[in-house]
């Protein structure tokens, strides 16, 4: 279970990345058997399948299992891992970047405002009735 930095897809972590969020993955449960999956391979799953948005069962097989990369993300979802995985990479990167660790503003578009205002999605997605339909079914 070595690691091995060779960066295939650009969504790997580097090894600064991976230096800086080690510390964070959750130990291994106790009284199981010892982990035999490199966490590592775990985590650059998860951010290909953030980054490129294809399913779970469509991760490359040169990734663990995506049954395992699903219950691992779904463990770290739930006890706030990856959260604070993803707040930890975000902040080593605007300091990379000069910026401030935490952003200082935020931005609603106003698309997003007006959709949410009309009914959302739904509201959207209505079948609409053209007004000659409407008259001939009078």
């Known amino acids: 279970m070595g690691l091995a930095f060779e960066r295939r ?3 790997d972590l580097t090894y600064e990345q991976w230096k800086l969020v080690a510390p964070m993955i959750p130990p291994a449960k106790p009284g199981g058997h010892p982990r035999t999956t490199s966490v590592l391979s775990v985590l650059n799953a998860i951010f290909y399948r953030l980054k490129n948005g294809c399913t779970w069962r469509d991760l490359p097989k040169d990734f663990p299992p995506w049954e395992t990369v699903y219950d691992y993300y ?3 979802s739930l006890d706030g891992a990856i959260e ?3 707040d930890a990479l975000r902040r080593a990167v605007r300091k990379k970047a000069g910026k401030r660790e935490t952003p200082t503003a935020g931005i609603i578009d106003s698309q997003s405002v007006e959709t949410a205002q ?4 739904a509201d959207m997605t209505q079948a609409r009735r053209s007004k000659a339909a ?3 079914s009078w």
């Open 118 to 121: 009309k009914g959302g999605i």
């Open 9 to 11: 897809y650009s969504s």
């Open 134 to 136: 409407s008259a001939t």
């Open 84 to 86: 604070r995985i993803h």
């Open 74 to 76: 779904r463990q770290w």
